[in-house]
């Protein structure tokens, strides 16, 4: 094979993955469900797996599985650059497909089509590992950079990571459009040192996401630029024996409410990176959850988000115990929802600092 | 000669219309009650006589994998859009649960429908249809309510309080699986006209890949559509070659042997047809030499499909390295094509069977 792929799974593949232990009797009844068969919880588990996996599986079943399995390759986070160009779609379309020839020629594969009147460069590429089961030898990674043509600009979203960073420079560099007519642009506060203003930034993003209400805050991860340490050194460092805390992370309920946080802030500690979860602003809703992030703490660029999944509704007041992924178009409706705030926060705070340095000088 | 009750019309509707493409059969009288053999767990309370249950009519195949005959106790129900809720469907489970209960122990019910005494295994089937057509309610959303617009989701049907036995199984034929077998018996029809498959019911049958754990133990071609291959995201089936004879007797022949394949879900992403080439490839169907058909049978499947699929091709053939002519057909160099197809009618039956 020329590039390793993902594979589709024998009975037998199927049948021990069903039976690991991460797969509750709740999962196998609900996917015989799904299939309109209706089974006993008091049938032994092996049964059900022997019978389940008598039937044609597909793509979606493979996912679900190996997801419970936590056998599907860690998703990356989707960061959004925000173009603002004399340049049109189709020459979007021409600087995409230059960029898929440079990826063919690497020998991994890449397709260019429009959805609706978005422009997806859908690339693939994959790791094998022999020496995991066969539910999980082969990784495959699957990427897709979105342009999407908004109002008065282009929004482009990747993983965030080094390689689809190159990538999308490459799309923007190939644009026909002379470069000072091209402005890249980004969800920062690099400029912002203010970490009171920096913590806001999250605060005001978890709680103002349209149509959804804050239900919890999870974790919280808070850093102290006031060391002594270079940038380098801390992002470099696992030094137990480095005596300044640097960074710390809080795990509970409600925990922006919490008198800890408030006396790191105190001390001034920042929020770096958030999980939280929304619910729907509607009777019964579901509950979705939600990480975001600056990967550079430091400068406070890199910003970043993903979906952790969510808790569908089941009837009864309850919820399913296990978090199902979000489809590609709810996925598509929350960066959407996010892009929009998390822009209009970081201007708001842009203008609530400027405003804080005037007053200063000001007193001066 | 008395006159047909409804559910014995319907049963035989059903019978004629929609199982015999699938090769399903059916056995013993219809519309019957037999002796509850558990009267102090199963009767209510309040009841003076003998305890029974009912069976509306009971269908049959020979699973080619379990090397078994599986025996559906059906229990018949129609609804329409205002007809249905939560309890009825739970009141109507939790009967056929107890039925089959009952009729695994029971030697009345067992004389009356088995024919192959040795290996068989006896299941439910709630066969539910719509008698006005208006409904488009999936039976998921009664165990799994959906958001509604405004105010609090419905109630759900719990599947824990249905009294179904360890290793007893209930299935569920409700009109969107009905829609979906109308669709492959409407589209065959079709092809048999256009003389693109074969018009004699042994000339085709579904396909039991050999698996790891499954072995197909019936090496001819006419195998029964299993209701599991039935509710599964594609179903295969095999079939020879569509000949015709004229006056003088000579053989004319129209159409190849090959596969064809039913696809039953959108065809949203690449990855879904990747997959499934790479099952047919497993399953030693897809290799270039035998003619594929993938006819799509959802209704929600998506306008670009084609482009869809030929994109998962050329990137199954690049990952294993397949040689083909970028400048022409690509599914024509692989001998596999993909068309959608219009869902057929509905089951039309306005027969109404209540759930009371």
Known sequence: MKNNYLYSVTDKALFDGLNQHKITTNHTVDMFLKRGVLVSKNTPKKNLAKSFCRYHHDYYDHQNIAEVLGMTPRKEKTTSSFIKTSSDSDDFWDAANELKTSIINNNDQCNIYMDSDDIIVDITYSSLHYEKSEFNQIVKKNAKIEIIKSEDSFIIRRPDNEQFEGYVDDIISSLVAPKSDTEKSDINLFSISDSKLRSKFFIQFVEGVQNYKLRNVSDVFVYNPDCQFSAEEIMNSDDDDVPEIRKVSLKGKSVLDSQELKSLFDRGFYIWKIRWSLEEDLADPDIFEFEAQFSDMINFTGFSYISKGYWKYKGNGEYNKNKSQLDQDKNSHFLTLFEKSALEIMKSIHTEYEGVVEDESCEE | ?356
């Not at chain 2, 059903?14 to 002796?35: A, C, V």
């Not at chain 2, 609804?79 to 469907?89: D, F, L, Q, V």
């Not at chain 2, 036995?165 to 048999?192: A, F, G, R, S, W």
């Not at chain 2, 090959?258 to 169907?285: P, T």
Request: charged letters at 30%; one cysteine or more; glycine letters at 4%.
């Open chain 2, 1 to 356: 000669m008395a006159e047909n009750g409804p559910i014995e019309d319907v049963a035989k509707k059903i019978s004629d219309e929609l199982f015999t493409r699938f090769k399903w059969r059916r056995n013993g009288p219809m519309d019957q009650d037999f002796l509850c053999e558990k009267q102090e767990q199963h009767k209510p309370a309040k009841k003076m006589q003998i305890h029974t249950h009912p069976t509306d009519v009971v269908f049959y195949y020979k699973d080619p994998y379990l090397n078994k005959t599986i025996y559906f106790n059906t229990d018949l129900k129609s609804y329409n859009k205002s007809n249905i809720n939560r309890t009825k469907i739970e009141a109507g489970l939790s009967s056929l649960a107890k039925s089959i209960a009952c009729a695994k122990r029971s030697p009345d019910w067992q004389e009356k429908y088995i024919i192959d005494n040795n290996n068989y295994e006896i299941r439910g089937l709630l066969f539910v249809y719509n008698h006005d057509n208006e409904s488009t309610k999936d039976f998921y959303e009664f165990f799994y309510p959906p958001k509604p617009q405004s105010g609090r989701r419905a109630s759900a049907v719990k599947v824990d309080r249905l009294g179904i036995e360890k290793n007893d199984q209930i299935h569920i034929i409700e009109p969107k699986v009905i829609d979906y077998m109308i669709t492959i018996n409407t589209d065959i029809e079709h092809l048999i006209a256009s003389k693109k498959f074969p018009d004699d019911d042994d000339d085709y049958g579904f396909h039991y890949p050999q698996l790891t754990l499954h072995k197909s133990s019936e090496k001819h071609l006419n195998k029964p559509a299993t209701i599991e291959l039935i509710t599964s995201p594609y179903l295969i089936i095999k079939h020879n070659e569509t000949i015709t004879y004229n006056k003088n007797g000579d053989e004319q022949k129209h159409y190849d042997k090959g596969f064809l394949i039913y696809y039953n879900r959108e065809g949203k992403e690449d990855m879904e047809f990747l997959y499934l080439l790479d099952a047919l490839s497993n399953f030693q169907i897809f290799d270039g030499d035998n003619k594929i058909r993938i006819r799509v049978t959802n209704r929600n499947n998506v306008p670009a499909i084609k482009s869809v699929f030929i994109r998962a091709l050329k990137n199954y053939a690049n990952a294993w390295g397949l040689a083909y002519d970028e400048d022409k057909d690509i599914m024509k160099q692989f001998n596999i094509e993909i068309n959608s197809i219009n869902t057929a009618k509905k089951f039309v039956c306005t027969q109404e069977i209540t759930w009371d």
